[in-house]
């Protein structure tokens, strides 16, 4: 996932130009800025969203397995594409974990904010591929929706 801009997680992408023979030819153009070294094919899609609001926007969702290498080629790519430190900060790794406390890992990571469909993406991507089995899924959905607990002060002054 990348982080951008506005402090929202969200996936990498753009918004793809009508003038295209395929709405693939289009991604991959908009991912050959940003990434630069990744194709997806109509294989790779995996659902789209309608997003509600002033704009209505279809949201495509593609994913697609890599290697260790080919992961660390793009992560390499994304720093030096010309969105990096504009409208992308930079990517990030999704924990697939949650620690022995119930929150570290994937639990704190969907406690972030997500741009629009992004968090459900996720979710579904990770359900649909068998990324996290499903019973973890929902424990680490679960464990985001509790209310946290308030900080102790251990400082002894009076406030």
Same mark, same amino acid.
């Given at each position: 996932m990348q982080m951008r801009f506005d402090?929202?997680?969200g996936f990498p992408g753009g918004f793809v130009d009508r003038r295209y023979w395929s709405l693939?030819?289009?991604l991959n153009r908009v991912l050959g800025l940003g990434l630069g070294c990744v194709r997806l094919t109509e294989a790779d899609y995996l659902?789209?969203?309608l997003t509600e609001g002033p704009h209505r926007?279809?949201?495509?969702?593609?994913?697609? $397995?890599?290697t260790l290498e080919e992961l660390h080629t793009i992560?390499?790519?994304?720093?030096h594409s010309r969105d990096?430190?504009?409208?992308?900060?930079?990517?990030?790794?999704?924990?697939?974990?949650t620690q022995k406390d119930r929150m570290g890992g994937l639990p704190n990571f969907l406690a972030n904010s997500f741009v629009g469909t992004a968090k459900f993406q996720l979710l579904f991507a990770l359900k649909i591929l068998n990324m996290v089995p499903e019973e973890k899924l929902a424990e680490a959905v679960a464990a985001t $929706?509790?209310?946290?607990?308030?900080?102790i002060d251990h400082s002894g002054g009076a406030g």
């Open positions: 402090g929202l997680l693939e030819d289009g659902c789209s969203h926007v279809v949201a495509h969702f593609y994913a697609r $397995q890599l992560e390499i790519s994304a720093v990096h430190g504009m409208e992308v900060m930079g990517m990030v790794r999704v924990p697939l974990y $929706q509790r209310p946290k607990k308030a900080a």
